[in-house]
T-cell receptor, first 116, second 115 residues
């Protein structure tokens, strides 16, 4: 089964400084990987996805992630944090079930705190 | 825009009650999902549905059942609510698109408290 590990439960940054949210995956085949964001009292929104095309993936709101097979990593970055980026972020991998159905497997989440 | 709606944002029920959580999507998606979200555990899949009247167990189906009589609606049922089912419940839907897609669209969630 595929899995993801989010290495930090909380990350604190100052507004205007870079953001790095770390994610490592475990997969026996070439995975599809995603980052979702959840703002307080809102549903999850897709930030970006990797599906075996370009290894550097650009998403919404200035976020990007790089798929590194040699390191089994899919870290999320942003050059300059904004107050509105404060939210919980989930790294997600697709997993092929015995039935042939693809499901999503979520990491435990990283809460990003942005201070003025 | 895809819209996934859930019947309640907040719900308080008593132990032993039968609880229905409703989810509706407006984009004719084939697949629908129910997750629960708990702090430090991320999202865990309870049940999913390939299409109308078709359902499969996810990773934590115990204590839950589901119903999908119409394509746009997917219901989660707690047969006899217990305090350990206090959680945030999220519904999602997905179109049966190309093999590399898999993106799911989520509703706002229902925060259920069982007392």
């Amino acid at each position: 089964a595929q899995s993801v590990t989010q290495l930090d439960s909380h990350v604190s940054v100052s507004e205007g400084t870079p953001v790095l949210l770390r994610c490592n995956y475990s997969s026996s085949y070439s995975p599809s990987l995603f980052w979702y964001v959840q703002h307080p009292n809102k549903g999850l929104q897709l930030l970006l996805k990797y599906t075996s095309a370009a290894t550097l993936v650009k998403g919404i709101n200035g976020f990007e992630a790089e798929f590194k097979k040699s390191e089994t990593s899919f870290h999320l970055t942003k050059p300059s944090a904004h107050m509105s980026d404060a939210a919980e972020y989930f790294c997600v991998v697709s997993d092929l079930m015995n039935t042939g159905f693809q499901k999503l497997v979520f990491g435990t989440g990283t809460r990003l705190l942005v201070s003025p | 825009d895809v819209k996934v709606t859930q019947s309640s944002r907040y719900l308080v029920k008593r132990t032993g009650e039968k609880v229905f959580l409703e989810c509706v999507q407006d984009m004719d998606h084939e697949n629908m999902f129910w997750y629960r979200q708990d702090p430090g555990l991320g999202l865990r899949l309870i049940y999913f549905s390939y299409d109308v009247k078709m359902k499969e167990k996810g990773d934590i189906p115990e204590g839950y059942s589901v119903s999908r009589e119409k394509k746009e609606r997917f219901s989660l049922i707690l047969e006899s609510a217990s305090t350990n089912q206090t959680s945030m419940y999220l519904c999602a839907s997905r179109i049966l698109a190309g093999a590399s897609s898999y993106e799911q669209y989520f509703g706002p969630g229902t925060r259920l408290t069982v007392t």
